[in-house]
């Protein structure tokens, strides 16, 4: 045994020693797992007499799996708790890691086993799990260049290093970008119309700074409220600004601008297409997804964009009008949306976002999110502990008959040097062992407001309605990764699920936000702890589908312009990333932003996350989601409430447990008796014919 015993990334007993892995421990731990690996896949590579799922597959997974859980580590903790150490070991490494994925997927010998298996007279009595695996391997071999000419394989390496590298550079970008910047404001005054709690935070974060007045960051709880409530335009104005040039050339800094990184992902991923033998990379995105084609994909997209338009150019004639009539705007600037919206919102429905928000305490959203989850899925959630990476980071665990189902990390605020956005990432994955299972454990990542002190008395943080959603969509990703029965690895949880069909789960619990029978059991008024009176949820479920066109058109011109970038756009051409945008807004968008605006500058999903031509999931996934709602809504017409065990449990059955372990759309078919409609989604946009 060597001094790396010491190393907390190379304990894999339980979980990980968040309290003891330092930035130091980087480098000697990925080099230890990287040299195991590498003596693995030299001894798999080797002539076998007969190659089966045991001298084979096994070794090969048990090796992968602890380099991937320790490298996980080291990515969650870069996006959590951002250090320059921290980043300099993450950077130093990653393509080092890289270079050993490619060349495991560019590995003939292996490839030849994996094909050996497949074609085995074993094959057939495989469970359907591991065909799934083996049939993932061969597929993904030929993706990751296992097929392509000795001469060719560095280039397509070192495309892969290339794009890891940048990907995390423009992450880093945006990151920089956000936390550098901070507006101080002098006094109240300015802040005409601002909800006290998000004075509160901005006054304590300028005391924090060691400065009088109130400071306001481009962490969305800071900068959006001031967007949605700001009197004073000016103030919107600033801040839409900052937000909507970050990391880009009209930017604070130059080095953080994420133009050339655009482009030279674009080049990359063309290449890799070509490479490969595809015309284009949205091809090669959509060989393991539902979705046939780039153009099935964009039909698709259009289709909802022709049925979104005249609700959306409805939303804005209103929008406009009201602006002009009631607050004196001759001409709806950007900046102006979120506000006029609000107030329009308040007008016609008597209600502001901060009036519900006071009845949405962090305590009692987290206690009825999990009473939902123990209705629905026959479990239990427990207070567990853990080392954790910060302080406010909390654990649970996830019982099912007194016996342990999986756990979880539930880090809500946003806070300096964490990335922004809200995920779930799994720190461990469902496996059979020789003795036991090893439970699946996942990271549930947000940015919200954290709790605050006034007059010397600490609030516990309050959610807007929003921001409830969001928690339900992650803890739904959380559900399919840890509810699971699936006993292999890689097809456990969501591992080898479709992209496109990632999003079912999470979509599928935001839902429930919107039912009397779960928000009466976890609302408390933050001053009486009354609940949500039934009189503002019903206004709450009249302006549901406020804007809905508005919104579903957003969704469809990213998902458009993410998909044309990925198709049929050649940054050799004449034509830039910007004009690419600027196409697609002009055929589907009903609201152009100014001509400043460089929303794709941190458009993350596509540049530094899985989504890239792949941002359609969200709207195909949603026509699934709201499909297999519709099971609940029909169970509550029958008992009066959604939260029906029986459909639970077919959910929990059908989806949740299953995993990867077969095709989403059998998975759904099962759960559903019939393949998916759109028309759930339709009606719960408020889009019905």
Known sequence: MSANVANPLLDFADLPRFDAIKPEHVTPAIDALLDENRAVVAQLEAPMAQVNWENFVEPLENATEKLGRAWGVVGHLNAVVDTPELRAAYNENQPKVTEFWTSLGQNLALFEKYKALQSSPDFASLSPARRKIIENAVRDFRLGGAELPEDKKPRFAEIQEKHAAIATKFSENVLDATNDYALFVDTEEELSGLPDDV???????????????????????????????????????????????????????????????????????????????????????????????????????????????????????????????????????????????????????????????????????????????????????????????????????????????????????????????????????????????????????????????????????????????????????????????????????????????????????????????????????????????????????????????????????????????????????????????????????????PAFNRFQHSFGHIFAGGYSAGYYSYKWAEVLSADAYSLFEEASEATGSVLSSEAGLKFSQEVLAMGGSRPALESFTAFRGREPNIDALLRHNGMAA
């Not at 801040?239 to 994420?258: C, M, V």
């Not at 969704?555 to 990925?566: A, P, W």
Request: aromatic share 12%.
């Open 199 to 593: 004075k509160h935070a901005a006054r304590a974060a300028a005391e924090k700074d060691g400065k009088s007045g109130y400071k306001f960051t481009l962490h969305f709880p800071s900068y959006f409220p001031l967007l949605q409530y700001a009197d004073n335009r000016k103030l919107r104005e600033t801040i839409y600004r900052a937000n909507a040039t970050k990391a880009s050339e009209l930017g604070a800094k130059p080095e953080w601008d994420n133009t050339q990184n655009i482009v030279e992902l674009i080049k990359l991923r063309n290449e890799e297409a070509a490479l490969l033998g595809y015309k284009n990379f949205a091809e090669v995105s959509l060989v393991p997804k539902m979705a046939e084609s780039p153009s099935h994909v964009i039909g698709f997209l259009e289709d909802l964009a022709k049925r979104a338009r005249p609700f959306a150019e409805k939303d804005l004639a209103e929008l406009r009008q009201f602006a002009k009539d009631e607050l004196g705007l001759d001409q709806l600037e950007a900046w102006d949306m979120a506000y006029a919206s609000e107030k329009l919102r308040e007008k016609r429905y008597a209600f502001s976002e901060q009036e519900v928000k006071e009845y949405f305490p962090e305590p009692k959203v987290i206690e009825g999110l999990f009473r939902v989850v123990q209705n629905l899925f026959a479990v239990q959630i427990k207070p567990d502990s853990s080392p954790v990476w910060h302080k406010d980071v909390k654990f649970f665990r996830i019982e099912r008959d007194g016996e342990l189902v999986g756990q979880f990390y539930l880090d809500l605020y946003a806070r300096h040097g964490k990335r922004g956005g809200a995920w779930m990432d799994d720190a461990r994955g469902r496996r059979k062992l020789k003795d036991r299972i090893q439970t699946p454990v996942a990271y549930l990542t947000c940015n919200f407001s954290e709790p605050v002190t006034v007059d010397g008395k600490q609030r516990p943080a309050l959610f807007t309605h929003d921001e409830v959603i969001t928690l339900f969509h992650e803890f739904g990703h959380g559900l399919h990764h840890m509810l699971t029965q699936v006993d292999d690895l890689s097809v456990a949880g969501i591992a080898g699920v479709e992209w496109d069909a990632v999003e079912l789960p999470s979509q599928f619990m935001e839902n429930f936000c919107w039912e009397w029978d779960v928000l009466q059991h976890m609302t408390a008024h933050a001053e009486t702890g009354k609940p949500l009176p039934r009189e503002l949820f019903d206004k709450m479920i009249a302006a549901k589908n406020f804007q809905s066109g508005l919104q579903m058109l957003r969704q469809v011109e990213f998902s458009l312009f993410d998909m044309h970038l990925h198709y049929d756009y050649d940054p050799n051409g004449g034509k830039t990333v910007q004009d690419v945008l600027n196409e697609v807004r002009q055929r589907f968008a009903v609201v152009i932003p």
